[in-house]
C-alpha cells in the first residue's frame, strides 16, 4: 500500500479496513506471546502499556499513508468538480455537491475504525477551495455579460445616432426618397468624360478629358462595333 500511495499517487481500496486488520493481527499475536499476567496487578498494567504502545507505533506510519490518501482523494474531487462546472448540464452548486460526496465515500473507506483518524480539515479544505473557484468563476461570467452588454449598448447608440443623421440630411437637403443615382457618358470620337450623381439629396456632375483606351474597338460614332466598358455606364443604388 506504501508504494501505491506514496510513490504511485493512487489510492488504496479499502485502506481503512486493511489497517484496521494490519493493527488487529499484530495485537493478537502480541496477546497470544505475551505471558499471562494473572492477579498480579503490576503485570497486567505493564501488558496494557505495551499492548497501547504496540498500537502506537503501528497506527503512526499507517496515518502517515491516511493523510497522503486523503490529499490524493481530494485532487480527485476537484478535478471531478472542474470536469462538472465546465459541462453546461449541471451548475456550480450540483457541482460541489457530487465533489464533496464523492471526497466523503472514498475518506470514510480510507478511515480506520475505532482511531482517532479524522477527514474533517482536508474535507472543510477542500469546500473552501470549490467556493474560491466558483466565486473566480462567476465574476468571469459577470465581467463577459458586462462586457457583452457595453458593446451591445454601443452598437444600439452608434445606429441611433446614424437615424439621427439621415433623419436631418433629410431635412436639411429636403430629401424625400432613398435613391442614389449615377451616369456616365463618353462622348463619341472625344476624349471628354461626363459624369453625373444625385445622392442624398445632392446632386454633382464633373467634366473630365481622359484618353480612351478602348477606342480601337469602337466605330466612328462609338457604337457600330458594340459598347464598350469606356464608352458608357449606369448605376443605381437604392437604400431601404
Do not use: H
Amino acid at each position: 500500500m506504501r508504494r501505491m500511495i506514496m510513490d504511485e499517487g493512487q489510492t488504496a481500496p479499502e485502506f481503512g479496513a486493511k489497517a484496521d486488520a494490519i493493527c488487529n493481527q499484530a495485537l493478537e499475536e502480541f496477546a497470544q506471546n505475551a505471558p499471562d499476567a494473572g492477579d498480579d496487578a503490576l503485570a497486567a498494567a505493564t501488558y496494557d502499556r505495551k499492548l497501547e504502545e504496540l498500537e502506537a507505533a503501528l497506527d503512526a506510519p499507517l496515518q502517515v499513508l491516511y493523510l497522503r490518501q486523503l490529499a490524493i482523494v481530494r485532487e480527485k474531487a476537484l478535478q471531478s468538480y472542474r470536469a462538472s462546472s465546465r459541462s453546461s448540464e449541471s451548475s456550480d452548486y450540483e457541482a460541489m455537491l457530487q465533489a464533496d460526496s464523492m471526497f466523503q465515500r472514498e475518506a470514510e473507506e480510507a478511515t480506520r475504525e475505532g482511531s482517532d483518524w479524522d477527514y474533517a480539515t482536508e474535507r472543510s479544505y477542500l469546500q473552501s477551495v470549490m467556493n474560491d473557484m466558483a466565486q473566480t468563476s462567476k465574476k468571469l461570467i459577470d465581467v463577459q455579460m458586462k462586457s457583452a452588454n457595453q458593446q451591445s449598448t454601443a452598437m444600439q447608440y452608434l445606429q441611433q445616432q446614424q437615424q439621427m443623421i439621415q433623419q436631418l440630411q433629410m431635412q436639411l437637403y429636403g430629401q424625400s426618397s432613398p435613391w442614389n443615382v449615377g451616369l456616365a457618358y463618353r462622348i463619341p470620337d472625344t476624349n471628354f468624360n461626363l459624369q453625373g450623381s444625385y445622392q442624398q439629396g445632392r446632386g454633382n456632375f464633373q467634366l473630365s478629358c481622359v484618353p480612351d483606351e478602348y477606342a480601337p474597338l469602337l466605330g466612328p460614332n462609338g457604337f457600330t462595333n458594340g459598347v464598350g466598358p469606356g464608352n458608357l455606364g449606369l448605376s443605381l443604388n437604392l437604400s431601404i
